[in-house]
Every structure is written in C-alpha cells, then in structure tokens.
C-alpha cells in the first residue's frame, strides 16, 4: 500500500500540482494520517494569534512545503474579533461559552474564560490567495463553534472539487451562537459528499452543584458510575465523484485519501471508475491493491471465526 500510495503520489498530475491539506485551528500536532503523505504534500496550518500577521514556510518538517499562520480565520475577514482565551486552551473561541447551559456539565471548569483579548482575523480564501494557492484536497477543521460558516465562506469550486472535509461540530449548547452537528449535516446533504466517519465524544451530565457535592474520589471516578453524555462529534466526509469537473488527478488523490482513511470499498470503486475514464495503468494496479486489502478483511474475520470455533472444541462451550 506504502509503495502504490508513494506512486500516485509523484504521478505527473499531482508532482505539477501537489495535494493541498489545511488544518485550520491547528492546535497541537497534525493529523497523524498525513505522515504517509506528507513527503508530496503541501500543508497549511492556522492557529490563532495576536501577533503581526506573518507566514512560517518550512521544508524540514516531513511535508514537500509547510506553510504555519498566525491568524484566526474567520467566515470575513476582520481588523478585531473578540477572542475568549479559556481554561483549557482547545476550548477557547471567537464565540462566548454559554456558562449557563455548561453549568449542566462536568467539564464546564474548562471553558472558564481567563481573559478576553482581540485579534485580526482571516478568511480562509484570502489567506490562501497570500502564498499562491486556490485549491484545497483534504480540509480539517476545528474551531470551537464556527466550523460550518468558514466553510460556508469558500467558493463553490473549492468545496466541490475537494476531497476529504472533516469538521467537529457540537451537539451540546457550548458557545452562543455556535453551528451545529445538525446544521452542518443538513448543509453537507446539499454538497457533494457522503459521510465517511463519526465520533461521538463528550462529557457527564451533572449539575455543578451538585458535582462540587461529590468528594474528591467521587468527583475522580465519575466514568464508573455515570455514562458519558454526547457533547461534540468529529466527523469526516469524502466526495461522492459524481461531478465530471473532477479529473485524473483527482481520482488517483481519491484512490490514496480513501485508502488511508480504510475506505477500500470506495476506493476500489473509484480505481474502476478511474481506469474506465483514464485508461491510465496505475489504476491496474490500485484496483489490484483495493481487492488486496477486501480480501484481508475477509480473511481476518474467517481466522477470527476459526479461533472462536477452535476454542469452543477444546472447551466444549458449545
């Protein structure tokens, strides 16, 4: 899979124009999944900043070209926007936590607002036009509360002849004013995306009164007597490819994404789908890898099948 993924990669369609991914409240570390490919990649991280505006380019940290911005990004952009630096520091947003709605939760603590500051922010087409790229293929976002309407703000060419667009809305009512799981759900139907993956995360629903009532090993060992509540959910889309605006490079790039994301069935189809319209001969191959990979699943779930029957003999459990 390394070696096929590495082929596509240097294909001439993408060594002319190389995979774009964009992490937009970049956060800690980039996503893990991006090492395979980061080597043929640009990648354009945004974290929020009161310094001057200015753009970190690298070519040292396992990506073809690193760009790292200073800015808040924002739907437009703006001279100030207010920013709310809270407790825990991936909580913090340009939008007000909703204290009394939190007050419900056991980790409201962490989006206690410590300081109020304001900042410059960015729209994300703006910012991309600065350092010469109109194009996105792998989108991830998350900024507390915003996701959808940044989103929203990209032109319509970007969004349709992108890949992978992964967001994480909230479910609980966390920031005034802030997109939701359902709204951005309900938006995603009307683009060309199908819907690749869902993580439900979140917290226990317990009053701070009624919490602060708890002692000190209650309060440590709520996972043992209080189910976690959904509070937010990380969520990642792939596009459908039923657009003909969609080429060459983009098929294989759909081939490689899908592929990283254990998306073999989608990939397998688009390796097909891609050989038809292309005749191009790596897609040979890719369908080969894509069956590969089917028939490991298959025989992974009858070597599991056999072990459970193996022990069953030998215990006679049956």
Known sequence: MKRLISKALKHRSLALKPPVLIDVGASGSLPKCWKLIAPDAICVAFDADTRDFTIAESSDK???KLYSMNRLVAAKAADEVEFYLTRSPYCSSSLPP??????????????????????????????LQAIDIDYIDWYKTDTQGTDLRIFDALPASTVSNMIVAEFEPGIIDAYLGEDKLHQLMAYMDK?????????????????????????TLQRRSLDSFLKMAPGWCEISY???????SLGLREYLLGWVFSSINAEHGFALHLAKAGQKKFGEPLFSE???????????GYFRVGLQA???????LKTKTW
């Open 238 to 244: 792939i596009n459908k490819f039923d657009s003909d």
């Open 62 to 64: 396992g990506f073809r």
């Open 98 to 127: 909703n204290s009394q709605a939190l007050n419900r939760w056991a980790f409201c603590g962490l989006f206690e607002v410590e300081k109020t500051t304001k900042m410059p922010a960015v729209d994300l087409k703006t910012a």
């Open 191 to 215: 683009c060309p995306f199908w819907v690749s993956s869902m993580y439900v995360k979140g917290s226990h629903r317990i009053e701070q009164e009624d919490l602060s009532s708890l002692n």
């Open 286 to 296: 890719m369908v080969e890898e894509s069956l590969k990979c089917l028939s490991h």
């Open 306 to 312: 056999l072990r459970k029957l193996t022990h069953m």
